[in-house]
């Protein structure tokens, strides 16, 4: 039986690593993303799911595609 692995074991890390690379602070990027820094944080460890469009609205507040968040490279 395969394991589920939910989507924020895959993208956490990456979105941790993309705000310290560039310097910034979770409460920045969670502004920019249209979060408070709570709901932003509750993200990050995991006790709120991260959806579609939570993938939508934090690459775009970093700056990067989703293939980023999820350490792809195409």
Not at 26 to 55: H, S
Request: glycine share 6%.
């Amino acid at each position: 039986m395969k394991e589920v692995i939910e989507i924020n074991e895959i993208v956490t890390p990456n979105i941790r690593k993309i705000i310290a690379e560039r310097g910034l602070k979770q409460y920045v990027v969670a502004e920019r993303a249209g979060y408070t820094k709570q709901q932003f944080n509750a993200m990050l460890t995991g006790r709120k799911l991260i959806t579609d469009i939570d993938i939508c609205k934090i690459t775009s507040a970093l700056g990067v595609d989703a293939n980023a968040l999820f350490n792809r490279r195409e």
